[in-house]
């Protein structure tokens, strides 16, 4: 089986872990992984796969397979989020000096 390659850019995925994740963790004290679990769970639906007998499964939601206009409209729900309910302004990528 060949897998899939990721559709979204790496620089997005270095923004969304580097600045998005990396400022909700720190402030909420959680972990990285703890709190992109947490950003997915809240922001992207489940999937349902159906297994060769037609059997189907629930699975938890994934960033992997979003293309860069999906990836893109998830992270700003991730931020509005993040100000909404934690009061917490995390900066667009195009407002960073750092390179990503």
Sequence with gaps: ???????????????????VVDMIAEFIGETREETHELLKSEHLPQREIELLEGTKLTMPPTTRNLSVEQYTEYIERCRRWAATFLGLSIPDANELEVKL
Excluded: A, D, E, K
């Design 1 to 19: 089986m060949i897998r899939q390659q990721h559709l979204h850019s790496v620089s997005q995925q270095r923004y969304y872990f580097g600045v």
